[in-house]
């Protein structure tokens, strides 16, 4: 009996503004000669990222079964979405009704026992990532992707008779050697504990080289967007639970803000006054945010609207504890809470999932409602992150690798064309 064909599936998907327009890429690539068995590419319209990515899951897999509809095939799927990875794996359930018929929808393609899944970081999913790209540009201009206008593979060797321009000699032979380990070490396919990022990050990747020149994109792709909605994202004054680190979120108390943190207030409004750039000021409705944005609007003579959709994570039973605490009491919890964006604290609380959720239709509305204009938001530590995350697509696990000090500014611009562009993050130096 003939040896099942090994292949491996690199998928992408991505959409400008999350919930925006957005669009898919996928690749089909022989692990023993690193060729390009195939390219699929498409624009979807207004979507999201997952939604996105698992669209770009079933064209790769859909791409496999069309090559060889006759043939066993092993194939390993390696994707930089670990929600995509570790729900189709099985590690994480999937909760989100979007997701659930895009699952069953990819897992119908191929048998379950001939597909594995492996999470690799974005730059080492570089090609999917391009056509993805390709397909959003294509949709901005009323199109859809062709495959002659691909750039995605131009340095990666794709099957006869196409001849490409190659990368450096051995490039590709140390790409597929790469593969070939990577599939080795997936076949058995054992069921395992989802991995940290960091874990996740360490694993081996085939060195697929980048395109010589790849499509512009973001807020500097359009001659003439006009004037963006710009977000100046101001974290909350320090209240009495700050400095001792312990979660405050939604579901617990509402704390006031120190002696610090009004100075801290009005040190910030006093560098918005020195500025003059700031036309509009939301709030969460939580205390120490209408008190940081009471003096910022006092010294403006601005009026502050509530914002419901920039409180807090609700952290559950967390609520006033300590890191340390919340591990000794609520290990097991913990530990799901920070492997997966899924997992809400004990007791009730909001997942990341949800928050992000949360934060984005407050995001487009008040986009919506401020275009061309410069609005200060006073929010929070999970709201701020989780709209620098969804500005630069970054992975849920980037929430645990940001730093925000207490009145710090970030701020985020949104153009016409739905591209995000991070401006400034966690400055602090209105504070000295």
């Known amino acids: 009996m003939a040896a099942p ?22 690749v089909v690539i022989d692990p023993d000669t690193a060729q390009v068995l195939a390219e699929a590419a498409e624009f979807i319209g207004v979507a999201s990222n997952n939604v996105a990515e698992y669209r770009g899951l079933i064209a790769g897999l859909t791409a496999v079964r069309d090559l060889f509809p006759d043939t066993d095939v092993r194939v390993l799927v390696r994707m930089d979405s670990k929600l995509v990875v570790e729900q189709m794996s099985g590690r994480w359930k999937i909760k989100h009704p979007d997701m659930k018929p895009l699952a069953a929808r990819a897992a119908e393609i191929l048998p379950a026992s001939s597909v594995t899944y492996e999470w690799i970081p974005r ?58 380990a990577a599939m080795a070490a997936a076949r058995p396919a054992p069921a395992r504990a989802p991995e940290s990022p960091q874990a996740a990050r360490a694993g081996q990747a085939p060195d697929v080289p980048q395109a010589a020149q790849a499509p512009q994109v973001g807020w500097g792709s359009a001659p003439d967007l006009g004037s963006p909605a710009t977000f100046v994202l101001l974290r909350h004054g320090e209240t009495v639970l700050t400095p001792e680190k312990r979660f405050s979120g939604s579901g617990g108390g509402d704390p006031e803000l120190s002696a610090i943190g009004r100075d801290q207030a009005a040190r910030a409004a006093d560098a918005f006054a020195a500025r003059g750039t700031v036309q509009e000021i939301v709030s969460s409705p939580l205390r120490r945010c209408r008190e940081t944005a009471a003096a910022v609007a006092d010294r403006l003579g601005l009026e502050v609207r509530i914002e419901e959709g920039l409180r807090e994570t609700d952290f559950g039973a967390w609520e006033g504890l300590t890191f340390a605490e919340v591990r000794e009491r609520f290990g097991s919890d913990l530990s799901a809470w920070l492997a997966s964006p899924e997992a809400a604290p004990t007791g009730g609380g909001e997942s990341f999932t949800e928050v992000a959720e949360r934060v984005a239709a407050t995001r487009d509305r008040l986009i919506a409602a401020y275009a061309g204009r410069t609005v200060l938001l006073v929010t929070h530590v999970t709201p701020i992150k989780t709209l620098v995350r969804l500005a630069l697509g970054a992975p849920p696990e980037s929430l645990f690798r940001m730093e925000l000090s207490p009145a710090s500014l970030s701020v985020v611009a949104y153009y016409a064309d739905g591209n995000p562009s991070l401006r400034l993050l966690n400055d602090t130096s209105h504070l000295g």
């Open 5 to 26: 064909r090994q292949l491996v599936v690199e998928a992408d998907g991505g959409s400008r503004g999350n919930p925006g327009p957005a669009g898919y890429g996928a």
């Open 123 to 180: 730059a080492e999913n570089k090609h999917a990532d391009r056509l993805a790209n390709e397909a959003m540009d294509a949709g901005r201009r009323g199109g859809q992707w062709e495959p002659s206008s691909s750039t995605a593979g131009l340095d990666t060797p794709r099957a006869a008779p196409e001849p490409e321009p190659s990368g450096p000699p051995g490039d590709a032979a140390a790409g597929a050697a790469k593969v070939r």
